[in-house]
Structure formats: C-alpha cells, structure tokens
C-alpha cells in the first residue's frame, strides 16, 4: 500500500498563476483533508471531506477550493496564487476507529507538497 | 470554533531526562485527543492518542493524560532519546466533528 500520495512535492508559481495539487488514497478511507503548515503555525485546516461528493470548510479556506473527485482522490486548487500562500500543504486521510462518542478518527498524512509563490 | 493552545513553544533537555508539554482546549465537546511527532522535513505522524472517556494512557515511555474539568492534557516523555528530537502537535477534535484543530507545535531538543 501506498498510503497518502501527493503530486506536486515541489512547485514555484508566479503570482497569479493556477495550480492544482492532486491527493490519493489507497487505504479506503471516507474522510479525507488538506491542511497548510507554515513555521510557527502549526497545522492549519483547509478544507475537509467527510465522503464522496461532500466538502466542508476548515480554519483557512479563503483562496483554496477542492474537489472530491472519488473516493480515493481530493484534490485543492489555487485559481490565482498569492505570495501569501507560500506554504508545506499536507493532505491526509482517516478512518474511524471505536463507536459512538468514543471513536476517533486517526488520521495518515501525505509526504506533502512544498508550495512557493513569487 | 475550537481553540488548542500548546505550551511550551521549545524545550531542550539532556539524554535521559523527562519532558512534558502541556495543551489546552477550548471545546467542551472535544472528545479526541491525538498527539503528532514530526521529524525535520517528514510528515507528521500519531505517536499517541486518547478518547475523552479515558484519563491516562501510556506506551512505554510515552504517556498522556487529559483533565476534562480542567479542558488540558499532557504528554509525558520519560528517558528521552536524541531520536525523539522533533517537533510534537496536540490537537483536539471540532466538537462532535471529524475535523481536528492543532496546536502551534513545540520543539523538543534532546541533547546527548
């Protein structure tokens, strides 16, 4: 199994340029994330998938969009980059392990893509 | 929204000493409480995690406690490593969500 994959690992943009950065799973995961990481920052939530054709809104979405293409694919795209948005971004995947209020998803990251806009 | 404050922002101890980091939350209803270890320019990943219903937990020289009244939880490090030299995130879940909110991370520096 390959896990989380994630294409680009690199890529430099010019301001306003467009790119799409391309997530897949093969671990038959429902939930599914984008979270950006800069230093200081911590992991910042994007956005997030809870299945197919679901997506919802996470702490920083403004700029970003995704598509939850299948199951396995969640991509996230930039329409028009900002040197603000020069970043490591990490996708990952989750299943639910336990019940109830008691379960708990435990997420796998991707290796991640280092973004860097100028 | 859920707030997680982790403290102390680094921390540089000798071989063989213990180390702890502390996060706060904000959410009464946060019931997932993960901790990630990410070594320089990897990803991050679970080393130990704990559910709402459960006080302590402990994998051999990791352990991590939670005091719901209090909204903190702790992860104990004892007979540090140089290996576990890395940056260490807590976080909590959304409320009921599936979403996870992360600390802002700390540096752990174990010198030999």
């Known amino acids: 199994n390959a896990g989380v994959t994630q294409t680009p690992k690199f890529q430099v943009l010019k301001t306003g340029q467009s790119m799409t950065l391309q997530c897949a799973q093969d671990?038959?995961?429902?939930?599914m994330y984008w979270y950006q990481q800069d230093p200081g920052m911590g992991l910042r939530l994007i956005y997030y998938?809870?299945?197919?054709?679901?997506?919802d809104k996470g702490e920083v979405p403004n700029g970003y969009n995704v598509s939850r293409l299948n199951k396995r694919e969640f991509s996230l795209r930039l329409e028009s980059a900002a040197p603000s948005q020069t970043s490591v971004y990490f996708c990952?995947?989750?299943?639910?392990?336990?019940?109830?209020?008691?379960?708990?998803?435990?997420?796998?990251f991707g290796a991640g893509s280092r973004l860097t806009v100028l | 929204g859920e707030n997680v404050e982790q403290h102390p922002s680094t921390l540089s101890v000798q071989e063989g000493d213990s180390a702890v980091i502390k996060c706060t939350y904000s959410?009464?209803?946060?019931?997932?409480f993960p901790w990630y270890k990410q070594e320089l320019g990897k990803r991050p990943q679970l080393i130990i995690d704990?559910?709402?219903?459960?006080g302590e937990k402990k994998d051999q020289r990791i352990a991590v406690t939670l005091n719901k009244t209090a909204k903190h939880f702790s992860l104990h490090i004892t007979e540090t490593q140089p290996e576990d030299s890395a940056v260490y995130f807590c976080?909590?879940?959304?409320?009921?969500?599936?979403?996870?909110?992360f600390g802002k991370g700390m540096k752990l520096t174990v010198n030999p």
């Open positions: 976080a909590a879940t959304q409320g009921g969500s599936e979403k996870l909110v």
């Open positions: 704990i559910r709402s219903n459960v």
């Open positions: 671990m038959n995961h429902n939930s």
């Open positions: 959410d009464s209803a946060s019931n997932y």
């Open positions: 998938s809870a299945s197919e054709g679901t997506t």
């Open positions: 990952a995947s989750s299943i639910k392990v336990g019940w109830g209020s008691s379960g708990a998803n435990v997420l796998t």
